[in-house]
C-alpha cells in the first residue's frame, strides 16, 4: 500500500493500481469516457486531466506511486477536462431524449451531466459515412462515434476477434471492420464485446432500437425533426434543461424496462449477465459482473436467444392417440404418464423404467430427476448426456487426482505460462475461455500448443499445432511422459511429496519411446522433443481438452495420460496450472455432480454405500435400490432386448445426439411407454406416447454448475408461457400424481435439501449466491469454496494423487478400401449442437442456414468437389446428404460434419463403439465412403464471418492519434504523453 493526496486528502492505495480506479475508489468524480475498468487504459478521450505535481496526466494510465500529490479540479485539470470533452461533442449529438441509449448509463450523457456542460464550443459534425446495419444483431453509427476506441481494444485484446480499427490518418476517421468492410462481410463473430463495452449509441443492438424509449419507435422524418428543435433551442437554454427533459423520460423508462441476471442457457463457460426486458421483448443481454466473464459472452449468450419467444414453443401437453397426436389437459397428461408409469412398473418391475436427466436444466432440477427415480420408482436407471461427452475425463480424474472437475478457474488458465488444448475447437466450442488464451498469448508472451487433426483458430494461432493422426494423442502424450522422466525433467520434489505409484507407471511407459510414438502418431521426434522441452521448461502448465479425447474408446485413458502428465511436472495444487476438461453444455457438470447417474446419487456418493442409502432414505422416505442402474448407452441397448420397457426424458435430443442415431430411434420405436419434456417438438418428440412442454432457462429459477465447478443462480426472467412449466414443477407434479407428496414452493428448498444430504455442497445456499455471486466447489458447511481444487491435499484418503498407468490400444472403426475417409465432427461457433435453440435465432439461421462438410483442397481436387457439391456421405452405419464446404481447416481424407443439423445429422453415421470404462461413445472414430452428387450454392453465405480477414494489431493504438498534425493534447499541451504499462 501506498499514500497518495487526492484534492488535499491522504488516501491508501495499491502500489501499481491506476490513479482513475482510485479517484473513483474515493468518489473524486473525474470525467473518464474511454477508460473501462475491464479494458484498462485506451487513452483517447483526455477527459481524465488531473493535475499531478503540477504537471497534467491522464489519471487512467498513471500508476500511483507513494506521496503523489493530485489535484483533480484545478483551473488547469478542469480547463483540459472541458476541453477533452468539448471535442467529444464535436463527435456526437445529444438526441438523449429521442435516443434508445438513454437508460442512466450512457457516459457521454452522464459526463455532460458531470461537467455541467451548458453549450460546447466545437459544434457537432457529421462524418462522411452511413449508418452501418448489415449486422442482424448490431448497427454502428458513425455520426454518434466518439472515437473513444473501446470497441477496438474489446475486439481486438479482448474477445481477440482483430475485426476492429480505427483510421486515425485519415481526415475523417472512424472505426473499420476489416479495415473497410461493411460489418456483415467482415470477419466479426457477433460477440458483441464491442456492443456491450461502447460508452453510447453509436454502437446498439438492433433489438434495442425503437423499442426502449417512449419516443424511440417514431418515423425516421419526425425523428429528425424533433432533433433539430432540440437543437435550436440549445443556445438559448443550454444543454442543462435539455437533459433534465431526457431524464424525465429516462426516470419513465426504468418502470418498464427490467433487468434480470441469468446465466447462459448455452456452453458451459458460466457467462452470466443481466437480461434487459420490456414485456416479453429482450432488448438486450448486458455483461459486466459475471465472475466467469466479465464483459465477455459469445454469438449464442448475447444474441442467441430467438427460441423464448419463438411461436412453435411447446405449450400444451401431447398425447400420441391412433398414431398422432392430440393436445391434451396438464391433468389427464400426469394422470396418464403416472398410471402408465405404475402399470410397467408392477408388471415389469421399477428397472424397466429409464430416465435421461437434461444437461440443460438445473442442478435443482437434476437432483428431482434423480430422486424421482430413485425414491418414487425405485430403479438407478438415471443418466445424463455427460455420458456422451465428459465421463471419460471425469474418470481420468477420479484415477488420479480424485474429483472429476477441472482443477482451478478460468483465471488459472488466463495466469499460465503454457496452455495445451488438446482434442478441442475453443475458440467455437467454448469461446470466452478461448478469449482469455488468445488474449494471454497475445498479450502477455503465453505459449499456446495445441493437438487437433483440424487447423482451427486456436490450432492457427499456436506457437506449436501437432497434427497427429487420428485417436493416437496418448501415444505422444504417454512418449513425452517418459521423455520427460528419462531425461530428469520431472519435478522431482512434487511426485516425492504428492504422488504415488511412479515406479510402476514408469515402467508403463517403455514401449512408449519418441521413435515408436511418432510411428503411430505421425509426428516427428523434433516436434515431440520440443513440446517436452516446453513444457519441461514452463513453470505453469494447464491443459485443456474436449471431445477430440473424451469421445474415442479410449477417452477415460487418453484422460488418464494428461493428468499423469501433469502429475509428473508439478502442474497441480497451484494458481496457474491444472487439468481442464472443459465442459460441454451449461450444466453439465451440474447434472452429474447432482446425482442424474446410474451409480452415484449427488456429489458422487455411491449407491453401494449402505451410510450414504441410509441418510438419504431417511430423509426421503423411501427405500432406495443398491445396485449400480443402466446408462444411457445401457437403456438403448436394454430396449432393444426387451428389457426396458419404458423412458422419462426431459430436455434432451437424444434421437440425434446419441451416436449411431438410426440404431437409437429404432430403440425407441419399440418403446411401451415415452414420455418427452422439452420445449420444442423435438425430433425426440417424435417417438413420444406423452409429450410435455417445460420452460426455458429465462422462464425458471435454479442454479448451473459452469466447467470452473462454479455454481451461478439464474432468476426468472419471464413468466412461462401460459400453458408451460418449469421442469421441476412437473417432475414434482408426477411424483406427487405417484404419491411422493413433495412440497417444494421454490428451487431454493430444493437446493437446502441437497446441500443437506451432499457433503461436496454442504455450504451451498440461495443466500450465498445472491445477485453476481457463486461458489466453487466443494463448498464447506460455512460456506468456504475452493477455486482451486488442491489447494491443500488431492482427494484420496492420504490427500496424495496416484499416477494411473494406461496402454494403447488405437482406434476403431478405420478406414478402409470402402469407407475411405475419417470423419471428424464437432460443433459450430454459432449453432448450439443440433440448432434446436440457435436456428431460432433469425440472425444465426441468416448467417449460417445449413450444415455442411468440411472437404480438404486436396479431396476436392482428387474427387472434382466445389464449395456447395452435394456429397452423399456413408458409413457402416448410416448416410447423410449434405454440401461440401472446401477449406484447408482440414486436411488430406479427413472430414468435418459439424452437428448442426435436424435433417442430416452425423449421428447416422456415428457407430456403437464405445469407452469400455465409461461407455461413451466413440463419436470421433468413424470412417465413410464419399460420393460426390450436383453441384448446389455454397452452404455458407457471403456474410459468414469465415470468409472475413481480420486486421490484427495491438489494440487501439492511440498513438497514431497522437501523432495527427490537427492533434494537441488538452490543456495548453501540458499534457505528459503516456504510453501504456508494459
Ligand atoms: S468480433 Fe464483432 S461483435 Fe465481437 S468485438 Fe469484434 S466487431 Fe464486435
Ligand atoms: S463505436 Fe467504438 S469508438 Fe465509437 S463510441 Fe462506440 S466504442 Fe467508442
Ligand atoms: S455459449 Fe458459452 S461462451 Fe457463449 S455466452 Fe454462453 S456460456 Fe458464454
Ligand atoms: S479516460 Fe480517456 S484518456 Fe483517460
Not at 437 to 462: P, T
Not at 786 to 794: E, G, N, S, T
Not at 815 to 830: F, I, V, W
Not at 967 to 973: A, D
Request: hydrophobic share 35%; aromatic share 8%; proline share 5%.
Amino acid at each position: 500500500m501506498v499514500k497518495i493526496v487526492i484534492d488535499g486528502a491522504v488516501q491508501e492505495a495499491d502500489l501499481d493500481e491506476f490513479l482513475i480506479d482510485v479517484i473513483n475508489r474515493v468518489g473524486a468524480e473525474v470525467p473518464h469516457v474511454c477508460y473501462h475498468p475491464q479494458l484498462g487504459p485506451i487513452q483517447t478521450c483526455d477527459t481524465c486531466m488531473v493535475e499531478l505535481n503540477g504537471r497534467l496526466v491522464r489519471a487512467c494510465a498513471t500508476p500511483v506511486c507513494d506521496g503523489m500529490q493530485v489535484a483533480t479540479k484545478s483551473a488547469q485539470a478542469t480547463s483540459a477536462q472541458l476541453e477533452a470533452f468539448d471535442r467529444i461533442l464535436s463527435n456526437h449529438l445529444l438526441y438523449c431524449t429521442v435516443c434508445d441509449n438513454n437508460n442512466g448509463n450512457c457516459t457521454v450523457h452522464n459526463t455532460t451531466r458531470l461537467l455541467a456542460i451548458e453549450h460546447q464550443k466545437l459544434p457537432f459534425r457529421t462524418k462522411p459515412y452511413e449508418v452501418d446495419n448489415t449486422n442482424p444483431f448490431y448497427r454502428y453509427d458513425p455520426d454518434q462515434c466518439i472515437l473513444c476506441g473501446r470497441c477496438v481494444e474489446a475486439c481486438q485484446n479482448v474477445e481477440v476477434n482483430e475485426t476492429l480499427s480505427i483510421n486515425w490518418e485519415d481526415p475523417n476517421p472512424r472505426v473499420l471492420w476489416d479495415g473497410g468492410s461493411t460489418i456483415g462481410e467482415s470477419s466479426c463473430v457477433s460477440c458483441g464485446h464491442c456492443v456491450t463495452v461502447c460508452p453510447c449509441n453509436a454502437l446498439m443492438e438492433t433489438s434495442m432500437l425503437g423499442h426502449a424509449g417512449f419516443l424511440t419507435s417514431i418515423k425516421k422524418s419526425a425523428l429528425t425533426g424533433m432533433i433539430e428543435i432540440v437543437k435550436g433551442i440549445e443556445p438559448e437554454t443550454g444543454y442543462g434543461t435539455i437533459l433534465q427533459v431526457s431524464e424525465a423520460e429516462e426516470a419513465m423508462r426504468e418502470h418498464r424496462i427490467h433487468k434480470t441476471k441469468t446465466v447462459c442457457t448455452y456452453c458451459g463457460v458460466g457467462c452470466s449477465f443481466d437480461v434487459w426486458t420490456k414485456d416479453r421483448h429482450i432488448l438486450k443481454i448486458a455483461p459486466e459482473h459475471g465472475p466467469a466473464n466479465g464483459i465477455s459472452t459469445c454469438i449464442k449468450g448475447k444474441f442467441g436467444w430467438g427460441h423464448i419467444n419463438s411461436s412453435d414453443r411447446l405449450t400444451t401437453p401431447l398425447i400420441r392417440e391412433n398414431g398422432k397426436f392430440r393436445k391434451a389437459s396438464w391433468d389427464e397428461a400426469l394422470a396418464l404418464v403416472a398410471y402408465r408409469f405404475s402399470e410397467i412398473k408392477n408388471q415389469s418391475g421399477p428397472d424397466s423404467i429409464g430416465f435421461i436427466s437434461s444437461s440443460k436444466c438445473t442442478n435443482e432440477e437434476s437432483f428431482l430427476m434423480q430422486k424421482f427415480a430413485r425414491a418414487v420408482i425405485g430403479t438407478n436407471n438415471v443418466d445424463n448426456c455427460s455420458r456422451y461427452c465428459q465421463s471419460p475425463a471425469t474418470m481420468g480424474l477420479f484415477r488420479t487426482v480424485g474429483y472429476g472437475g477441472d482443477s482451478g478457474s478460468i483465471s488459472d488458465i488466463e495466469q499460465a505460462d503454457l496452455v495445451m488444448i488438446i482434442g478441442s475447437n475453443t475458440a467455437e466450442s467454448h469461446p470466452v475461455i478461448a478469449t482469455r488464451v488468445k488474449s494471454s498469448h497475445k498479450l502477455n508472451g503465453q505459449k499456446l500448443i495445441v493437438s487437433d487433426i483440424r487447423e482451427h483458430e486456436m490450432a492457427r494461432r499456436a506457437d506449436i499445432f501437432l497434427h497427429p493422426k487420428p485417436g493416437t494423442d496418448l501415444v505422444w502424450l504417454n512418449a513425452i511422459s517418459r521423455y520427460l522422466l528419462d531425461n530428469n525433467l520431472e519435478h522431482r520434489s512434487f511426485l516425492d511429496q504428492w504422488v504415488h505409484d511412479l515406479e510402476d507407471f514408469r515402467k508403463s511407459l517403455e514401449p512408449f519411446t519418441m521413435e515408436s510414438a511418432c510411428k503411430i502418431t505421425g509426428l516427428s521426434v523434433e516436434t515431440l522433443t520440443t513440446v517436452a522441452q516446453m513444457i519441461s521448461q514452463a513453470k505453469r502448465m494447464c491443459v485443456l481438452w474436449a471431445m477430440g479425447v473424451t469421445q474415442h474408446v479410449q477417452g477415460s485413458d487418453i484422460s488418464t495420460a494428461i493428468s499423469n502428465l501433469l502429475l509428473i511436472t508439478g502442474n497441480y495444487m497451484r494458481p496457474g496450472t491444472g487439468a481442464y476438461p472443459l465442459r460441454g453444455h451449461n450444466n453439465v457438470q451440474g447434472a452429474s455432480d447432482h446425482g442424474s447417474m446410474p451409480n452415484n446419487l449427488a456429489g458422487y456418493q455411491s449407491v453401494a454405500d449402505p451410510e450414504v442409502r441410509d441418510r438419504h432414505e431417511a430423509a426421503w422416505k423411501a427405500k432406495l435400490p443398491s445396485t449400480k442402474g443402466l446408462d444411457n448407452h445401457q437403456m438403448v441397448e436394454a430396449i432393444h432386448v426387451g428389457k426396458l420397457k419404458a423412458m422419462y426424458i426431459i430436455g434432451e435430443e437424444m434421437s440425434i445426439v446419441d451416436s449411431n442415431a438410426n440404431y437409437v430411434q429404432a430403440a425407441f420405436e419399440k418403446l411401451d411407454f415415452f414420455v418427452v419434456q422439452d420445449i420444442f417438438f423435438s425430433n425426440t418428440c417424435s417417438y413420444a406416447d406423452v409429450v410435455l412442454p417445460a420452460a426455458p432457462s429465462l422462464e425458471k429459477e435454479g442454479t448451473f454448475t459452469s466447467t470452473e465447478r462454479r455454481i451461478q443462480r439464474l432468476y426468472q426472467v419471464l413468466e412461462p408461457l401460459d400453458g408451460c412449466r418449469p421442469d421441476w414443477r412437473i417432475i414434482q407434479d408426477l411424483a406427487n400424481q405417484l404419491g411422493a407428496n413433495w412440497k417444494y414452493e421454490h428451487p431454493s428448498e430444493v437446493m437446502d435439501e441437497i446441500a443437506s444430504l451432499t457433503p461436496l455442497f454442504a455450504g451451498v445456499n440461495y443466500k450465498r449466491l445472491e445477485g453476481y455471486k457463486s461458489l466453487q466447489w466443494p463448498v464447506a458447511a460455512d460456506g468456504t469454496d475452493q477455486p482451486l481444487l488442491y489447494a491443500k491435499a488431492f482427494a484420496f484418503p492420504d490427500g496424495k494423487a496416484r499416477l494411473f498407468p494406461v496402454s494403447w490400444t488405437g482406434p476403431v472403426d478405420q478406414p478402409d478400401a470402402t469407407y475411405d475417409l475419417h470423419l471428424n465432427n464437432g460443433r459450430l461457433l454459432e449453432h448450439f449442437h443440433e440448432g434446436n435453440l440457435t436456428y431460432r435465432t433469425d440472425g444465426i439461421r441468416q448467417k449460417t442456414p445449413d450444415v455442411f462438410v468440411e472437404v480438404s483442397p486436396e479431396l476436392a481436387e482428387e474427387r472434382g468437389i466445389q464449395s456447395g457439391t452435394w456429397v452423399q456421405l456413408i458409413s457402416r452405419y448410416g448416410q447423410v446428404r449434405v454440401r461440401a464446404l472446401v477449406t484447408d481447416r482440414v486436411s488430406g481424407h479427413e472430414l468435418y460434419l459439424p452437428m448442426n443439423s435436424v435433417e442430416s445429422p452425423v449421428n447416422r453415421l456415428t457407430s456403437s463403439h464405445a469407452d469400455p470404462v465409461t461407455n461413451t461413445p466413440a463419436y470421433k472414430e468413424n470412417s465413410v465412403q464419399l460420393k460426390v452428387l450436383e453441384h448446389g450454392e455454397s452452404p455458407l453465405p457471403r456474410i459468414n464471418f469465415r470468409f472475413g480477414r481480420p486486421t490484427p494489431q495491438k489494440g487501439v493504438e492511440v498513438e497514431r492519434k497522437w501523432k495527427r498534425p490537427d492533434y494537441t493534447p488538452p490543456g495548453n499541451g501540458l499534457v505528459q504523453l503516456q504510453i501504456k504499462n508494459e
